[in-house]
C-alpha cells in the first residue's frame, strides 16, 4: 500500500491505500471523517458527494490514489470557522430539508456545488440539478426549499403543526 | 472489487506503453468501468489511468471542427463547446448527473459503447473522426466505421482515444427520452444538417448500438422540416425488448425524436 495525501477541509492529510481504495473509504476508514455516507455504492444516490478540486464527484466512484494531491471538501468542511452551522447547512435545519439525514451530506454539498454555479436557481433548477442525490425519506420538497433559502431568496415559511 | 495495480502516466506515451505490459486496462473517469469492477465483472492486474494525461483534456475549435481530447470531461464540454458546438455541450450537460460530469470522458463513453451512452449518438450523427493512440502510433476512424456494435468498436488492444474531431453542422439538435430509473436514454436521437445532407443517429434503440437511420436522413437532407418524415415507417433494426419499451415503442420514439429533433435543431 502507498500512502495517499490530500488536501482535505484545508488540512493536509495522508493514509495508506490501496489500487482499489475509493475516496469514500479513504475518508471514512483512512481519516475518519465519517460525514460523508456510503448509500448505495454505485454512484446513483450522491449520499458520498463531495468536492474534489472545487467540483462535485461522487466518492464511491473515484479511486483515491487517482487523485493524489487533489483539494477535497466533505461535509465537516461546511461548517463555519466557529463551529456554526454553515448557510446551506443551516438553511437545511430552517426548513426540515432533513428526516432520517442520510442523505444530506450528499444533498448539502451538491447544493454547494448548484449555488457556486448558479447562485439564484429557479425552484425547476434545484430539482434538475439535485437528480443525482436520492433521499429515500422523500424529502424532497423541504430541501427544495432549503436550497431556495440558502441562495437567498423567499421561500414559503416551513409548516407549524397546528396548537 | 478485487485489488490491482493503480499507475498514473501523465503523457500519452507512457500510458501506451503502460498498457503494453501484461494484463494492463485502461481506466478514464471510472463512471462505468468502476461499477462494473465493483460487480467483480471487470477486473485487471493493472489500470491505467488516463485522468492525469493533460495533452489529451484539451477542446478546442478551429475550421468548422471541433476537437475534443479524448480525457475531456462532460461537464468541461458543456461548458467551453457551448459557443462552438451547441447541440454537442447540450448532450454532453445531459449525461448522468452533475457528479458523474465531473468525471466521465467523451473518451471512455465512446471506448465503452453503451447501446443506451450519448456520446456514440453524437459521433454517429455528427460524422466525427476519433484518433485511437496504441504501440503502432495514431490512426484516424470514421465513426460510421468505428462503432461495431452493442460494446464493440474498431479500436485494438493496447489502443485508447486521443482525440475525438466532430465536423461543426449548420444546425443540430439531440433529443432524448430518459428511462426513468437508469436516466439512461430509453432512445436518443442526434440530428444534424451539413451542407451536404442530415444525418441522423439513434442511441438505446438497437441491440446493434447505435446507428444511422438512413431514410430519414434522406428525406430530411431534401426537406429539413418534421413533415418530412411523417411518412416514412419507423426504422427496425433490431430494437432492444426489456421492461422499460417494447421493441414497437422504441421504434416509436425514434420517430417522434427525430421529428423532435429537427423541430429544436439550431
Known amino acids: 500500500m502507498e500512502n495517499v495525501t490530500l488536501t482535505v477541509n484545508g488540512k493536509e492529510r495522508s493514509a495508506p491505500a490501496e489500487g482499489r481504495t475509493l475516496l469514500v473509504e479513504f475518508l471514512r476508514e483512512g481519516l475518519r471523517l465519517t460525514g460523508t455516507h456510503v448509500g448505495c455504492d454505485t454512484s446513483q444516490c450522491g449520499a458520498c458527494l463531495v468536492h474534489v478540486d472545487g467540483e462535485p464527484v461522487k466518492a464511491c466512484s473515484v479511486l483515491v490514489q487517482d487523485i493524489a494531491g487533489a483539494e477535497v471538501t466533505t461535509i465537516e468542511g461546511m461548517a463555519n470557522a466557529d463551529g456554526s452551522l454553515g448557510t446551506i447547512q443551516a438553511a437545511f435545519r430552517e426548513h426540515h430539508g432533513l428526516q432520517c439525514g442520510f442523505c444530506t451530506p450528499g444533498m448539502v454539498m451538491a447544493a454547494a456545488s448548484l449555488l457556486k454555479e448558479n447562485p439564484k436557481p429557479t425552484e425547476a433548477e434545484v430539482r434538475h440539478y439535485l437528480e443525482g442525490n436520492i433521499c429515500r425519506c422523500t424529502g424532497y420538497h423541504n430541501i427544495v426549499k432549503a436550497v431556495m433559502a440558502a441562495s437567498g431568496q423567499d421561500v414559503a415559511p416551513p409548516a407549524v403543526a397546528a396548537e | ?266
Open chain 2, 1 to 266: 472489487m478485487y485489488d490491482f495495480t493503480l499507475t498514473r502516466p501523465t503523457t500519452i506515451a507512457d500510458a501506451v506503453s503502460a498498457l503494453q505490459g501484461e494484463d494492463a486496462q485502461p481506466i478514464a473517469g471510472g463512471q462505468t468501468l468502476l461499477p462494473t469492477m465493483k460487480a467483480r465483472l471487470a477486473q485487471a492486474e493493472t489500470f491505467v489511468s488516463l485522468t492525469g494525461i493533460s495533452e489529451m483534456r484539451g477542446i478546442s475549435a478551429a475550421d468548422g471542427v471541433l476537437t475534443l481530447g479524448g480525457g475531456a470531461t462532460h461537464a468541461t464540454v458543456a461548458r467551453e463547446a457551448a459557443a462552438s458546438y451547441p447541440a454537442l455541450a447540450s448532450l454532453a450537460g445531459r449525461i448522468g448527473d452533475p457528479a458523474v460530469r465531473t468525471r466521465g470522458t467523451v473518451g471512455g463513453s465512446i471506448a465503452n459503447n453503451d447501446p443506451s451512452a450519448c456520446y456514440p449518438a453524437g459521433a454517429l450523427g455528427s460524422g466525427a473522426t476519433i484518433t485511437a493512440t496504441g504501440p503502432n502510433g495514431s490512426r484516424e476512424i470514421a465513426a460510421d466505421d468505428y462503432f461495431q456494435g452493442m460494446f464493440a468498436t474498431a479500436l485494438e488492444e493496447g489502443e485508447i482515444i486521443t482525440k475525438v474531431a466532430f465536423p461543426i453542422p449548420e444546425k443540430a439538435a439531440y433529443e432524448k427520452m430518459l428511462q426513468p430509473a437508469s436516466r439512461f436514454p430509453l432512445v436518443a436521437v442526434f440530428v444534424a444538417k451539413y451542407a451536404d445532407g442530415v444525418r441522423v443517429a439513434i442511441t438505446g434503440a438497437s441491440t446493434d448500438g447505435v446507428f444511422r437511420w438512413s431514410e430519414a436522413e434522406a428525406a430530411l437532407s431534401g426537406d429539413f422540416s418534421p413533415a418530412a418524415i411523417e411518412g416514412l415507417t419507423p426504422p427496425s433494426n433490431d430494437m432492444i425488448s426489456d421492461l422499460h419499451g417494447t421493441p414497437e415503442y422504441r421504434a416509436h420514439l425514434c420517430k417522434v425524436l427525430t421529428a423532435r429533433a429537427v423541430r429544436s435543431a439550431q
